[in-house]
């Protein structure tokens, strides 16, 4: 069993004011993507400024913000956000959905792309190779909050998280994300829009990824005390919200190459 390192979830006080460890996982998620953007900026659109891509930047960024509070109250916890609807803006103290966030970063890449002449699957194909700089930073944090944690095990790197009231040695299922929705979507995603690919190839292999990633750690993942297992005691609601990702994912990747050839201006 490993120790599990206690990180004071306050990065910095300074007097009443606390920044979270979570909170500033959120800046560095959003900054790397705001770099690697600017790295294959010429490549998406040479006539594109610094000042539209911080535009785009921002925007999605609010669109990961709120629609992941937005997403974890409705699909999640609604009755207690009902009951006290003060909590919605306690977002240093976790309680974000990935698939939330998705949707509001699609939604404002509809608006977005609108504003500025690019279709839908142009800015999502660009946007997708960044987004698992802010997932596994977002896990990092998790991490530090210790909460997210797995099942009981006796694997040797298990750890007794401080949150857990039975103090079980439990799988670290926030790092097992950190690698696979983080390091390992990063790679692939990196490596296959390296070279020219059909519109929604990219898109498609994220969300492809990304919800077979999720699946399988939600096996080893403690779902959400508030709700359990939706069936057959296994089956949890981030699995549930994954299956439309997988399958969506396998259709764009068909359409994407059965649509049209690739062509260097697709390639992000």
């Known amino acids: 069993m490993l120790p599990y390192p206690q ?3 306050v990065a910095l006080a300074i007097g009443p004011l606390k920044i979270h460890w979570y909170g500033l996982m959120y800046l560095i998620g959003i900054g790397g993507a705001w770099l690697l953007a600017s790295r294959r900026m010429n490549r998406f659109d040479p006539t594109w400024t610094k000042e539209k891509l911080s535009d785009m930047v921002f925007w999605m960024s609010m669109g990961v913000i709120v629609g992941g509070r937005l997403g974890y109250v409705l699909f999640y916890d609604l009755s207690a956000y009902i009951a006290n609807p003060l909590l919605i803006f306690e977002v240093w103290k976790g309680g ?5 966030g998705f949707i509001g970063v699609m939604l404002a890449a509809l608006w977005f792309g609108k504003k500025n002449n690019k279709s839908f699957f142009q800015l999502m194909d660009f946007v997708a190779p960044m987004v ?3 997932l596994g930073a977002g896990r990092i944090g998790n991490f530090i909050n210790a909460e997210l944690w797995g099942k009981a095990t006796d694997v040797p790197w298990a750890m007794v998280f401080p949150t857990d009231p039975a103090q079980l040695a439990r799988h670290p299922s926030q790092l097992y994300q950190f690698a696979l929705e983080g390091v390992a979507l990063f790679l692939i995603l990196w490596l296959f829009s390296r070279k020219p690919r059909p519109t ?5 292999m ?9 699946f399988i750690v939600e096996f080893v993942r403690v779902p959400d005390a508030q709700l359990g297992y939706l069936a057959w005691n296994w089956l ?5 919200l994954c299956v439309p990702m997988i399958l969506g994912g396998l259709f764009l990747i068909w359409l994407a190459y059965h649509r049209a050839p690739a062509t260097p201006a697709a390639a992000v």
């Open 7 to 9: 990180i004071d979830p």
């Open 200 to 204: 929604m190839a990219v898109s498609g």
């Open 96 to 100: 974000m959905s990935f698939h939330g």
């Open 206 to 214: 994220f969300a492809l990824f990304y919800g077979i990633f999720r």
């Open 132 to 134: 698992p700089i802010g």
């Open 236 to 240: 949890t609601m981030g699995q549930v």
